[in-house]
Structures are given as C-alpha cells and as structure tokens.
C-alpha cells in the first residue's frame, strides 16, 4: 500500500494500523497493489485523522461496502491495530467546516464532547471500524453527539473578595474589564499583580455562544479538549516568559495556534515583562490592532483569530523596589532607564491602562481588615456596562474605530483642551490618545453617564502612567 499526497509520518504509518485494523476485523486486504491518494495534493497531512477514512476507502473499492453509503459523510478518527477509534485533534473544525458544506460528520466517540457543542452539525460517534461498517450496512445506528447540559456558570477564576487593599489597582482592572482594554501594572514583588490577573476571568461576562465556539475551536486544534461544562468561560492564558515566539504567535511546519489565539475572546497574561525577549513581545504588535494572525510557512498560510486582552505585570526595576516609601531600592537611574526600555515605545503604546501597585499595607492584611468586594458584585457592573456599549454600537469600547470614536467620544470644548494639553505634555502618539478616549467611554458607562465628563477624561488621561516617564 502506497500513500501519496504529501503524507507526514503519522499519516504514513496510517498504513500499517490501517492493514493491521483490517485484518483484526477479518475483512479482507485487496490483493496487489493498493494507492491511497491523498487530495489535495500539495497541501501536506498531518496526524491519525484519516485513518478511519482510508480504512473505509480501501473496503468502498474493495467491494466490501457499498460506495454510495460513504456519499453524505466525513470521517475522522485513529485506528487503532485492533480496529479501535480513537480520538484526534481538531475535532471541533472539521465538525464547523463539514457543518457549513452541508454534510454529517463520524468520528470517535472521544471526540463526541467537543463535537456536541456545534449545536447545528449533524454527527454521529462510533468506537470502532466494524461499528461504522455495520452503521454504513444500515444494520445498526450511530449514537448522535449532543451538548451536554451547562452546568450552572460555576466560575472556576480565584476570587476578587481575596485581595485586600489596592483599590485604584482593582479600580483599573474593573476599568479593562468592561471595555475589554489592556492594562499593565508595575509595582514591587508580592504586592499582589499576579493575583489581581488571575481575578480578571472571573469579572468578565460569560462569552456569547459564537465567541465561545471560536474559542472551542482554536483550543481543539491546539490545546486539547475542552471541558463542556466551562466552555463559555472566557481563556485565560499565562505562558511563561521563556516561551518562544512561535509558542506565542503559533507556527510549525505544521501551523498550530500559539498562546495569543488560545486567549482569542480572553485574556493572555505575560508576568514579569521585561524578562521576556523583545523580539518575541515584538511580534505582539501586530495582532493587538488586527485582531487576528497570520502564519507563512514556505508554501502554505494559516490565519488564526487571536483578538486577546493583553494583562502585563513588571517590577519597576531591576531589584524591585524602585519608589517605595522605604527607600531600599539602590538601582542607579540608567539601570532603572535600561531595565524599563525592554519594553519598547510602540508595545506600551499599544496599553491604554498603565497602573501602579504598591506595595500592601501591614494593616490592610489584618486578618480582622474589611475584605475587598467580591468578583460576582464587580461583575454585575461591568456587565451593564458591556451592555451600554453593545447597545450603542454594537462594539466593546477598546474596539471602537476611528469612526465610532467621533461619534460617541466627543468632548466639551474645555475637556478638549485638557486632552491637548496632555498629548503635548505627555508627547502621547495619536494612537495613545485615541485609546485615551476609548477609556474615558469606558470610565463614563460605568458612570451611566451618556457624555464623557471631565472627571471621566482626567481619570483615563491618568493611565498612562508609564508614558510620563
Ligand atoms: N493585596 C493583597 N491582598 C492579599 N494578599 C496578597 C496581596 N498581595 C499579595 N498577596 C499575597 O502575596 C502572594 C504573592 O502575590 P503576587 O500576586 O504573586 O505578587 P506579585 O505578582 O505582585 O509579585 C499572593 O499569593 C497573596 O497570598
Ligand atoms: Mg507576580
């Protein structure tokens, strides 16, 4: 049996589990010789997915099942040497590409989770080849996949009601939840930035059923399964800072999504910022206007949605202690200078809220200090917040293009000048003092107020903490 079409090796050795998952179900192996075409030709394959499909071509043109049968299916799955099906990446595509081209879908019963979330498709699971021979016969029926039931929206993020103090920080983060901004924060070790990050998920509204879909998807083809219970919380992903870029942005020969499509419709956390390499933050740019990533691999492209809120936490400086009270940081200045220029000007740019965390206060951790208000109260508020902004045009504030900013970000003449001035003092980028404005938005529903007050523009002209400098 020979396979062409560009196989990788899993796909070659489809062959021998192929053969072998035959024999096991004491079908017959054609005489001769045998050529699976893989089509389209120039477009290489990858993985155990069609394993069950070229079982199933090798019988239809064997004469051992009936051609027509095969006509409105596709098929996915591994086989294994027993004739077993197991399940494979990237289920939940496939099952959403089959959907749109009108067809129903067979795969593993492993994948029959992620398959039930596509609620309109039309697939039915199986655990072996001889389940699907003798479904294909008409001699027995398929179990169909269905979404389960959700599960009441258990939110599995740490609650807010855990950090103590640090009201402006937790003012900020209310800020980027409901316009979807990005928000940096710079403040000494153990002042509580990893934690306020964790606690983003867990103030964001559930996704909508389409954004939770796309989510499902990118995680299938890269991430593995997803639980059905949580599907529609909102990804929250946190690599590490010596991930490299193409575990960030996604690439290998055979193009897998990174870190920033696995946070699509979520947010993507990068701690401890400055330690990351620059070329890798670098490429971040891009898709944190775009919304979306595309990947080029000699012969072949691959775009991934990747519209992600950026959450950074850095120390202010090499020691970390740069600007407390205490005084105990000894960083000379062009060791602070050098420290933050990892970050580069057209990166910060790119964040609209820019804070700084103090360090706690010993009686802010009392044990008998009031507690901080808890994620579901702080939800409540951006979620009506969210729902002035959709209503208004249909768009998240951090969103908004430059059309909808002139319509619904205008300014009293004096608040006008207030801007001004600051993009002068400041020598803010029209990009950044755009984004000024879409945190104003923000800061004003929040407010309910429908105008952007005075109050509302000196608050967001304030984020910009680190352009200052
Ligand atoms: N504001 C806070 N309220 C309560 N606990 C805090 C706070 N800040 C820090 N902590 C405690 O210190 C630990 C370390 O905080 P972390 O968020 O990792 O600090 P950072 O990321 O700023 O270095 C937390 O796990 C928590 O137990
Ligand atoms: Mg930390």
């Known amino acids: 049996m020979s396979l062409v079409g560009l196989p990788e090796t899993a796909v070659k050795e489809s062959r021998d589990r192929v053969r072998s998952a035959l024999i096991c179900a004491r079908f017959e192996l054609p005489k001769g010789r045998i050529t699976v075409n893989l089509a389209p030709a120039d477009l290489p394959k990858d993985g155990g997915r069609f394993d069950l499909p070229i079982a199933l071509g090798v019988l239809a043109a064997s004469g051992q099942l009936p051609p027509r049968a095969l006509a409105d299916f596709e098929f996915l799955g591994e086989l294994a040497l027993t004739g077993e099906l197991r399940g494979v990446d990237g289920a939940l595509p496939a099952v959403l590409a089959a959907t749109r081209a009108g067809r129903s879908v067979v795969l593993p019963v492993q994948n029959g989770d992620e398959a039930g979330l596509a609620r309109e498709a039309s697939v039915q699971v199986a655990s072996s080849l001889l389940e699907v021979c003798a479904f294909l016969r008409g001699e027995v029926e398929l179990e169909r996949a269905r979404r389960e039931p959700e599960r009441a929206a258990a939110c599995v993020a740490p609650d807010l009601a855990d950090v103590r103090g640090q009201p402006s920080a937790r003012r900020a983060l209310e800020i980027a939840a409901a316009g979807a901004h990005n928000l940096l924060m710079c403040?000494?070790?153990?002042?509580?930035?990893?934690?306020?990050?964790?606690?983003?998920?867990?103030?964001?509204?559930?996704?909508?059923?389409?954004?939770?879909?796309?989510?499902?998807?990118?995680?299938?083809?890269?991430?593995?399964?997803?639980?059905?219970?949580?599907?529609?919380?909102?990804?929250?992903?946190?690599?590490?800072?010596?991930?490299?870029?193409?575990?960030?942005?996604?690439?290998?020969?055979?193009?897998?999504?990174?870190?920033?499509?696995?946070?699509?419709?979520?947010?993507?956390?990068?701690?401890?910022?400055?330690?990351?390499?620059?070329?890798?933050?670098?490429?971040?740019?891009?898709?944190?206007?775009?919304?979306?990533?595309?990947?080029?691999?000699?012969?072949?492209?691959?775009?991934?949605?990747?519209?992600?809120?950026?959450?950074?936490?850095?120390?202010?400086?090499?020691?970390?202690?740069?600007?407390?009270?205490?005084?105990?940081?000894?960083?000379?200045?062009?060791?602070?200078?050098?420290y933050r220029s990892r970050i580069s000007g057209p990166l910060l740019d790119r964040i609209d809220l820019q804070i700084e965390v103090p360090r706690v206060q010993a009686a802010e951790l009392r044990p008998d200090a009031p507690g901080g208000e808890s994620s579901m109260a702080v939800r409540e508020r951006v979620e009506a917040a969210r729902r002035v902004q959709l209503e208004r045009c249909g768009l998240l504030n951090a969103r908004m293009g430059s059309a909808e900013l002139l319509a619904h970000c205008r300014l009293q003449p004096a608040d006008q000048t207030l801007l001004e001035r600051a993009m002068e003092s400041l020598q803010l980028s029209a990009r950044a003092t755009q984004r000024i404005l879409r945190v104003a938005r923000t800061i004003a529903d929040l407010a309910n107020s429908e105008r952007i007050g005075s109050a509302h523009l000196a608050e967001a002209i304030g984020y910009r903490r680190m352009d200052r400098r």
């Not at 699509?264 to 890798?280: A, I, K, T, Y």
């Not at 775009?290 to 850095?314: C, D, K, N, W, Y």
Request: with cysteine; net charge negative.
């Open 187 to 338: 403040g000494p070790p153990g002042s509580g930035k990893s934690m306020l990050a964790q606690r983003l998920p867990g103030i964001l509204p559930l996704l909508e059923e389409t954004e939770a879909l796309e989510v499902a998807a990118v995680a299938s083809a890269g991430a593995g399964p997803i639980d059905p219970a949580r599907w529609r919380q909102p990804p929250y992903r946190q690599p590490h800072h010596t991930a490299s870029g193409v575990a960030l942005v996604g690439g290998g020969s055979h193009p897998r999504p990174g870190e920033i499509s696995l946070a699509h419709n979520g947010v993507l956390f990068l701690d401890e910022l400055p330690e990351w390499d620059r070329r890798v933050l670098e490429v971040l740019r891009e898709p944190l206007e775009s919304g979306h990533i595309t990947i080029s691999r000699a012969a072949r492209q691959a775009e991934f949605p990747a519209r992600f809120q950026l959450v950074a936490a850095m120390n202010p400086c090499p020691c970390g202690w740069a600007g407390d009270p205490s005084g105990r940081c000894h960083c000379s200045n062009e060791q602070i200078a050098r």
